[in-house]
Every structure is written in structure tokens, then in C-alpha cells.
């Protein structure tokens, strides 16, 4: 009444401002966005004082596990035993299918001596100005070959080429997909019965019941 709530109000703001600086000078030498004091500041602690906001980018909160951004392609890692950076989409295009933008494209690989299509995509493009993160690609893929990315710092001064992703911009390797959703992959390859893709699983199976075969005849 009569001004009293703003005047309050400026004084909690105030407060704060002053308080910014004094917890400047307790984490002097040590660096101003250190990660204790991030974390100090961002945990709902009584201890937290001063500067309550993220001073982005220099402060970045880490995005939960199913947070997600732009699709990408999972590959084998570069290191794997069989097939390194083998691209596990089957270019069946579901993906493509079911996306609500549609701004998905894909071109079938072709076999050079047959010339019959072959299960792997030779382009594949996302335009990320017209995806909408909604994140069904990745839902209704088959072979758990598409994913939804953790990276949201995409902004550049080219509106054109440079936000249509290829192939190559979209391929990234499986362990990057385990490091940023550990529980979600490790849920996946329990339900396939293993880490790696479909068809590596079915070959080592199809493998093991050969070896069976040969050692019962024997």
C-alpha cells in the first residue's frame, strides 16, 4: 500500500546486488564462475548469496539425459572390431516418413557392380531450421540408428547451406551416444541383446549356432 510493496521490492533487489560482489570477494583468486560457486548458486541451498542467474555461455546448466536437440546418426566406433564407422541406418526411411516437418531426406545407397539398392544411405540431410526437436525420427527407427543430440549452440549468420546437415555432419559415434544418455543406451541394448547393431547381433548369433552345429555333428 502507498508504494511500500515496490520500495520492498527494491530492497530485496538491492540485497542481492550487493551481495554479488561480497561473494566475488570470497571466491577472489580462486575465479569468478568457479564450479563450486556455480553450483552453490544453482542448488537451493540458504548458503547461495548474490548473483542467482546463469551467465551464459561462460555458466551452462548440464541438460538432463532426455533432453533433445537435433537428430544425429549413430556409427560404429572407429576403434570397433568388425566395421568401424559403419553407419547403422538401413535408409529405409520411417524417419523420413513420420517426421511432422518433413525435413528429413535421404538417398538409397546402390550397389556399383549390381547396381541394386543396398541397406545404407548414400546422402541422408537434415534441415535443422525446420526440424522441431520433436524427436519421432529417433522413436520410430528400427535399428535404434537415429538419435537426438544434446548440442543446442547451432546459431550462425548463414541461414542457407550451413543449417542443412549431411551425412558426414550428422554421423557421430556410438560412444558418443553412451556418454551423453548412459541409461537410456544401456536400456536399448539390453532390449536388443547387446551393444552393438541389429545385424552385427543376429551374425554372431547365427555364428554361434553354426559352431554349435559343427561341434554336436562332431
Known sequence: MYGLGILKGMGVTLKHFLDTYIEDLRFLGKGKRTDVAFNLRQSGSNQRLGLFTVEYPEEKIAVPERFRFIPFLVINNLDA?????????????????????????????????????KPEPEEFYIDIDICMNCGLC????????????????????DRTTHHIFDKARLSKEFRYWRSIAPTISAEEAEARGGWEHK?????????????DKATGAS
Open 199 to 211: 545385424d552385427v547381433l543376429k551374425e554372431k548369433a547365427k555364428a554361434a549356432r553354426t559352431a
Open 138 to 157: 529417433a522413436e520410430f527407427c528400427p535399428f535404434d540408428a537415429i538419435k537426438m543430440d544434446h548440442d543446442y549452440e547451432l546459431a550462425s549468420y
Open 81 to 117: 572390431e568388425e566395421d568401424p564407422g559403419k553407419i547403422w541406418c538401413t535408409s529405409c526411411g520411417i524417419c523420413a516418413k513420420v517426421c511432422p516437418p518433413q525435413c528429413i531426406w535421404i538417398v538409397r545407397g546402390t550397389d556399383p557392380e549390381t547396381g541394386r539398392p
